[in-house]
């Protein structure tokens, strides 16, 4: 293929699901440290997507890059809290 393309300016979100958080403690902050730490994210991308598959037990306040409306639905259901990290407070916190 030749001529222009936009694939390298695509954001590029690692997904993780609903049902993988609960592994972390009730009322735990979850960030894309700490989903690197025990192994739920590897390798490169533009941050984590969280999405809505799987049934979430715990109350979680989840920092991440984006959300799914039904995961963000699913979250704050169970009293948790959602927060949209941008690269650059990412970068600024030293992660």
């Given at each position: 293929k030749r001529g222009f393309n936009n694939k390298r300016f695509a954001t590029v979100y690692i997904p993780v699901n609903l049902d993988s958080l609960n592994q972390f403690e009730d009322g735990a902050r979850v960030d894309e440290a700490q989903l690197r730490e025990v192994g739920l994210v590897n390798?490169?991308?533009d941050g984590v997507k969280i999405l809505a598959r799987g049934k979430l037990e715990k109350k979680l306040a989840v920092c991440a890059a984006a959300f799914s409306a039904s995961a963000?639905?699913?979250?704050?259901?169970?009293?948790?809290?959602?927060?949209?990290?941008?690269r650059a407070s990412a970068a600024a916190s030293g992660k």
């Open positions: 390798g490169r991308g963000r639905a699913a979250i704050e259901e169970k009293g948790g809290t959602c927060e949209v990290a941008t």
